[in-house]
Structures are given as C-alpha cells and as structure tokens.
C-alpha cells in the first residue's frame, strides 16, 4: 500500500516539538485548553475544518502545505506526470518567452474555441490532470498570440481562461506555488483583454488560491472589492449575477475559514439572493453557479465552522450531478464525508468518500483532510471493513 505517513495531529506533535512547545504553549496561542491540544495529537479528535487548519498553522508558524504533508512532491498519476512536469516548465520561464517552433497559429476566435474544449474536458474528467497536456501546447499558442501585432482581446480571454485552469489544475496537486504563479498571469492577461466579467471571474479564483495558501482575509477582501468595482460597472445580465455570485460564495468560504462565522453567514445570504435570481445552475465565465453549487460550497462552509449537522442537512438532499463537473461532485462528497466523520457516522462517511473518490478519483487522493479521515477510521476500528481497506488502498494509505 505504500509508504507508513504521518497523521495530521503526528505532523502538529513534530511541529510543536522542533519549536520548543509544551501542548499547553500550544494551547495558549490557540486559545484553547491543553487537553484539546493533546486529543488532536493523539488522534482522539479529527481537525476536519480548513478554518481550525489555518490557526494550527500560524500558531505554529509553519506553512499550511508542510502541516498538512504536501510539502513535498505531490503525487501524479504516471500517466499524466510528463505533462504536469511541462506545465511547471512553462510556468518557470518568463511568460513572454514563446517556443521557438510554435504550433501552428490560432485566431483569437480560435483559441476561445480550444479554450472552452478544454474547460469541458476538465469538467468532465475524473483525473485532475487529465488536460494538462493539451494545456501546455495551447498555452504556448496563446503566448504566440498575444504578442503578433494584431493581437485581439478574445486572445488575451483566452490565455487568461487557460492560465487559470493550469491553476486549478495545480492547486488540486498540491503545487501552490505554482498555483499562484499561474492565477497571477490570469489575471495580467484579462486585464489586457478588457473584459471586466472576465476579470471577475478570474479574481474569483484568486480568492479560492489565497483562501487555500493561508490567506483568507486577504481572498475575502479581493473578492468583495472586485465585486464593488462589478457593481459599478456591470449591468444585471445573468453573466453578471454568476460572476457576483461565485465571489459572494468564495468570499464566505473563506470568511469562514478566517474564523469570522458572522462574515460568512453575510455573504452567504448575498450569494442565495444571487442563486435566486439565476434561477438554474448555469456556467458563465468558467465559474459554475446556481442553487446546486450555492448548496455544495455551503455544505463545505458549515464544516468550517464547526457546524456538521447543518452542513449534512444542507448536503444530503444535493445531486451534484446536475452541474456536469466531475470537481464540485468530488467536493459534495468531500464536505459531506467530513461531516460525517465530524458526528462520528464512520459508516455513512466512509460511503461518501467513496463516492467521491470515484467522482474524483484524483482530488481525493491529494486532499489532506481526507487522507486524515480515512488513517482516523483505520486506527479506531478494531476490525477494519471492507469498503474501508478498499478506500484507504485506493488513496495509497497504510495505517
């Protein structure tokens, strides 16, 4: 099954160690009580919310992928790791630097057209990095494009659509810096197309990166100050209500995860009036909004805050399907595993990480709070189901 790895409350123990803590330092920055400390060390309690996360990490000064063990390569399936590896290539040269035999030269109508294949691709594949390939190659046409002389907006939209999945796409292995790098350029080439939707839209997954590097505050404040130059200049198309309300719900999330419950309830509240008035789940600008996801992402923010219960009523009546995005149904079943290992319905959370590990086989692989809940289960069990070994297999864990 693999290598033995460390629990997430084994990686504090160490943490805490190399800076000269007793378990009741620890506890003073977290203001909380010792015997909390030493539960989460010992296994006793799960850390199953981002938000409780993010305080470990500052109260230990550490950052949040090395608390969480992805500080190292993160794992590729070995059919897709040449192509993760050009992709980090392409991001480690200076944008500008074009390849010197370039594939053959799009229009920036095409482009968009190779550009929205690729989204679907993504949003249908059950591998995080199953695109990456083909990526890389229409990064670098884009590259091309957008330095000829009679460079368009539409590929500037294009490039910036694409550097933002090569985001999404690293993030969800664990490469965040990287992830930064790509969101960065994102965000340089919708400026340069004019487009402020766009530029919205793209800010909207700057949030998701801050929220998930360990800057919450930060993503919320991106998210509501685009959101008021939006409301400025924006007029109320459905285009705009999906942009304004995917900022809304990430801003909530991570307000959530920044520990301010009242921010996150504010915004969740503006996100649902959004849902609303779109009425359907529809897509617009790569960001997927409707009543479904409005019900996944508040599933996955009630976990943040500590709220299982309301996170698993929120959840349990969703049909991620309905979306079309192999992602948001991994991230349904994520929220609502954690929730159930939350209420410690060990059957019932073992049940919806398999069904997220068969949406998004991938995703959960790299996710860390996953990786935990699973090691949990297998150490409290004295005999160890078979949905159990088959998950904990799956994901490479050996307890």
């Given at each position: 099954?693999?290598?033995?790895?460390l629990?997430?409350?084994?990686?504090?123990?160490?943490?805490?160690?190399?800076?000269?803590?007793?378990?009741?330092?620890?506890?003073?920055?977290?203001?909380?009580?010792?015997?909390?400390?030493?539960?989460i060390?010992?296994?006793?309690?799960r850390?199953?919310?981002?938000?409780?996360?993010?305080?470990?990490?500052?109260?230990?000064?550490?950052?949040?992928?090395?608390?969480?063990?992805?500080?190292?390569?993160?794992?590729?399936?070995?059919t897709?790791?040449?192509?993760?590896?050009?992709?980090?290539?392409?991001?480690?040269?200076?944008?500008?630097?074009?390849?010197?035999?370039?594939?053959?030269?799009?229009?920036?109508?095409?482009?968009?057209?190779?550009?929205?294949?690729?989204?679907?691709?993504?949003n249908?594949?059950?591998?995080?990095s199953?695109?990456?390939?083909?990526l890389?190659?229409?990064?670098?046409?884009?590259?091309?494009?957008?330095?000829?002389?009679?460079?368009?907006?539409?590929?500037?939209?294009?490039?910036?659509?694409?550097?933002?999945?090569?985001?999404?796409?690293?993030?969800?292995?664990?490469?965040?810096?990287r992830?930064?790098?790509?969101?960065?350029?994102?965000?340089?080439?919708?400026?340069?197309?004019?487009?402020?939707?766009?530029?919205?839209?793209?800010?909207?997954?700057?949030?998701?990166?801050?929220?998930?590097?360990?800057?919450?505050?930060?993503?919320?404040?991106?998210?509501?100050?685009?959101?008021e130059?939006?409301?400025?200049?924006?007029?109320?198309?459905?285009?705009?209500?999906?942009?304004?309300?995917?900022?809304?719900?990430?801003?909530?999330?991570?307000?959530?995860?920044?520990?301010?419950?009242?921010?996150a309830?504010?915004?969740?509240?503006?996100?649902?009036?959004?849902?609303?008035?779109?009425?359907?789940?529809?897509?617009?600008?790569?960001?997927?909004?409707?009543?479904?996801?409005?019900?996944i992402?508040?599933?996955?923010?009630m976990?943040?805050?500590?709220?299982?219960?309301?996170?698993?009523?929120?959840?349990?009546?969703?049909?991620?399907?309905?979306?079309?995005?192999?992602?948001?149904?991994g991230?349904?079943?994520?929220?609502?595993?954690?929730?159930?290992?939350?209420?410690?319905?060990?059957?019932a959370?073992?049940d919806?990480?398999?069904?997220?590990?068969?949406a998004?086989?991938?995703?959960?692989?790299?996710?860390?709070?996953?990786?935990?809940?699973?090691?949990?289960?297998?150490?409290?069990?004295?005999?160890?189901?078979?949905?159990?070994?088959?998950?904990?297999?799956?994901?490479?864990?050996?307890?």
């Amino acid at each position: 099954m693999g290598e033995v790895e460390l629990t997430l409350g084994q990686r504090i123990a160490v943490q805490r160690r190399l800076r000269g803590l007793t378990q009741e330092g620890l506890a003073q920055r977290l203001h909380r009580s010792a015997s909390w400390v030493t539960k989460i060390e010992r296994g006793v309690r799960r850390v199953d919310s981002m938000s409780v996360l993010l305080e470990l990490s500052r109260a230990l000064g550490v950052p949040l992928e090395q608390l969480t063990g992805r500080s190292g390569p993160p794992m590729e399936s070995p059919t897709h790791a040449a192509g993760v590896a050009e992709l980090r290539r392409l991001l480690d040269r200076p944008s500008r630097f074009a390849p010197v035999d370039p594939l053959a030269p799009l229009s920036g109508r095409q482009l968009a057209v190779e550009a929205a294949a690729l989204r679907r691709a993504y949003n249908a594949g059950r591998n995080v990095s199953a695109v990456v390939p083909e990526l890389t190659a229409l990064i670098e046409v884009a590259q091309t494009a957008v330095t000829a002389d009679n460079a368009d907006r539409e590929a500037f939209a294009s490039l910036a659509n694409l550097y933002r999945l090569s985001s999404l796409e690293l993030r969800q292995l664990g490469d965040l810096g990287r992830a930064r790098l790509a969101v960065d350029r994102a965000l340089a080439a919708a400026e340069r197309s004019g487009d402020d939707l766009l530029l919205g839209s793209v800010a909207a997954t700057m949030t998701v990166q801050l929220m998930v590097q360990g800057d919450p505050e930060d993503g919320v404040a991106v998210a509501l100050d685009t959101r008021e130059h939006l409301r400025r200049t924006v007029d109320g198309s459905q285009a705009g209500l999906v942009v304004g309300g995917a900022l809304c719900l990430y801003a909530a999330q991570a307000a959530a995860r920044a520990g301010d419950p009242a921010e996150a309830r504010a915004l969740l509240k503006a996100a649902s009036g959004l849902a609303e008035e779109v009425g359907a789940d529809v897509e617009r600008y790569c960001l997927i909004f409707g009543p479904t996801n409005l019900a996944i992402q508040t599933a996955g923010i009630m976990v943040d805050l500590d709220r299982p219960t309301e996170a698993i009523r929120c959840a349990e009546p969703v049909r991620p399907n309905r979306l079309g995005s192999s992602n948001r149904s991994g991230y349904h079943w994520l929220h609502l595993a954690r929730a159930y290992g939350m209420t410690s319905a060990v059957d019932a959370a073992v049940d919806s990480l398999t069904h997220a590990l068969r949406a998004a086989p991938e995703l959960v692989r790299h996710d860390p709070l996953a990786r935990d809940l699973v090691l949990g289960m297998l150490r409290r069990r004295r005999v160890v189901g078979e949905q159990l070994r088959r998950l904990a297999h799956a994901m490479n864990i050996t307890p």
